[in-house]
């Protein structure tokens, strides 16, 4: 087992700073030394939350996500516009001439760095990219087609950012899909073109990343729809605590016929839920959306330490204990918070949260 993380983060920086230096990252002047102040801000963000993750024991980190998960892809593709609150999907959709993960470039580029701060001798990251199903619910009108083209450009995008060099990897990519399993899609029918679409286009990310040594995930919010079983190369799988995936005899048989592995998700990362279930067992029988919209002002104002809110690290340690003890070591992959971290209210509590899910796996 590896620890890692989903990859969003709190950031201390100015969002169109991010933005500005993200676009900046993706072109050649900083190959020739020639950046700007907002590309050597985000870039410093970006190295500094990376070695933090490594510090606090992350054996394979995300690139720090502290941009959009959507709008960071469809800025680097091209083949549709923008309608009030939708996109309309004009030519065919492709990834922009050579675009890569402005994010995965910086962290190559500084994994000398990264390594002489954190005394690591191979800086191993880890890259999420938006899937196909996700992209595609933000378009006006959805096609089988949309999924393939959108699957295509992901995994072009993935290609693109793939290194390996002495003293960095890139060795993981995870696909999320949030969206999945949350409404009745006709598309997904058993059976329809736009099932074997989302799959076809899976598959094709999947490859690229197995293709290139790496380890191919996908993080999931709701597992009702299966139909992530049937994807050729895609060889972990990610929900969050408290998904029936983690508890059913019906995952055990599926994990064995496809030689798949899970990934573990031991802590809880919903701040409002952290909350909740502190007060929950203060035995505070109140309104508890009043009472979380009183913490965060409190939070905001600095009465309230945030840590107070966090799980300990025996929690996590009992559900990990129950995952293993049902699926057995050898089915799980890695371990760490359910999702990404940008909910929670300061930085350094997020890093802490890394800190106690990654601690758990030296006890094991």
């Excluded at 709701?222 to 990610?238: K, M, P, Q, R, Y």
Aim: charge should be negative; charged fraction near 25%.
């Amino acid at each position: 087992m590896l620890s890692s993380d989903i990859g969003s983060m709190p950031t201390k920086i100015n969002g169109d700073t991010i933005w500005s230096g993200a676009r900046r990252a993706g072109s050649l002047l900083p190959l020739l030394g020639v950046g700007n102040e907002d590309y050597e801000i985000f870039k410093d963000e970006l190295v500094s939350a990376f070695i933090d993750k490594v510090k606090a024991g992350v054996d394979v980190p995300n690139y720090p996500q502290f941009r959009d998960m959507n709008e960071m892809y469809f800025t680097i593709m091209n083949g549709f516009t923008k309608q009030g609150g939708a996109l309309i999907a004009q030519d065919q959709i492709r990834a922009k001439s050579g675009a890569a993960i402005p994010e995965t470039e910086i962290l190559k580029r500084e994994s000398s760095r990264i390594c002489d701060e954190t005394g690591v001798d191979r800086v191993k990251v880890k890259a999420c990219v938006t899937g196909p199903y996700t992209l595609a619910s933000f378009f006006q009108h959805k096609s089988p087609s949309l999924y393939e083209e959108l699957g295509h450009s992901i995994a072009s995008i993935l290609r693109e950012s793939v290194f390996d060099t002495k003293s960095a990897v890139l060795c993981h990519v995870s696909i999320d899909e949030p969206v999945l399993g949350f409404m009745n899609d006709p598309l997904l029918d058993y059976g329809s073109d736009g099932r074997e679409s989302l799959r076809k286009a899976w598959k094709e990310i999947a490859h690229v990343g197995a293709s290139h040594g790496m380890d191919v995930s996908m993080h999931l919010h709701d597992t009702s729809e299966n139909l992530f079983w049937d994807v050729e190369h895609l060889g972990i799988l990610a929900s969050h605590v408290g998904d029936p995936i983690y508890t059913q005899e019906s995952t055990k048989a599926r994990l064995e016929e496809t030689d798949k592995h899970l990934w573990a998700a031991v802590g809880i990362t919903q701040f409002d839920t952290l909350i909740e279930n502190y007060y929950r067992e203060k035995g505070f029988s109140g309104n508890i959306p009043e009472k979380i919209g009183e913490v965060w002002t409190d939070l905001r104002k600095g009465k309230v330490n945030p840590f107070m809110f966090l799980e300990e690290a025996s929690l996590m340690k009992k559900r990990l204990e129950k995952i293993t003890g049902f699926f057995g070591f050898e089915r799980i992959a890695y371990v760490s918070p359910e999702c990404g971290l940008n909910s929670f209210p300061e930085y350094t509590v997020a890093v802490e949260c890394l800190r106690r899910a990654s601690s758990i796996i030296a006890e094991f």
